[in-house]
């Protein structure tokens, strides 16, 4: 059974950083993607950043680009999302998702989706003006 827990939201000030963890266990083999959603109050869900854990592909929301950066550390299977230079808009709770892309016969390097198959319970990040 695949699980993904986030931790590290909270309450900073806006130009403040935060931190956000992901714990990913469960998958079969490590050819996975894992995407950062966010979901503020009244707004639809927005696909922020995901990391192929192939090679290590990338991608980041124009809103975030040169804020936010995503890495992995594949021998602890942990995908990390830090948030530099945050501002009020970037409120909201954001969720670790996981799939598959070869399920789908994609390449492996592929990481966007606006489906993963997997989701994590979702931290909150407040950021105050």
């Known amino acids: 059974e695949v699980q993904l827990v986030e931790s590290g939201g909270g309450l900073v000030q806006a130009g403040g950083s935060l931190r956000l963890s992901c714990a990913a266990s469960?998958?079969?083999?490590?050819?996975?993607?894992i995407v950062w959603f966010r979901q503020a109050p009244g707004k639809e869900r927005e696909g922020v950043s995901c990391?192929?854990?192939?090679?290590?592909?990338?991608y980041y929301a124009d809103s975030v680009k040169g804020r936010f950066t995503i890495s992995s550390d594949n021998a602890k299977n942990m995908v990390y999302l830090q948030m530099n230079s945050l501002k009020p808009e970037d409120t909201a709770v954001y969720y670790c998702?996981?799939?598959?892309?070869?399920?789908?016969?994609?390449?492996?390097?592929?990481?966007?989706?606006?489906?993963?198959?997997?989701w994590g319970q979702g931290t909150q990040v407040t950021v105050s003006s």
């Open positions: 998702a996981g799939w598959v892309p070869r399920l789908y016969g994609l390449a492996t390097t592929t990481c966007r989706t606006t489906s993963p198959d997997y």
């Open positions: 469960g998958f079969t083999f490590d050819d996975y993607a």
């Open positions: 990391i192929s854990r192939s090679d290590g592909s990338t």
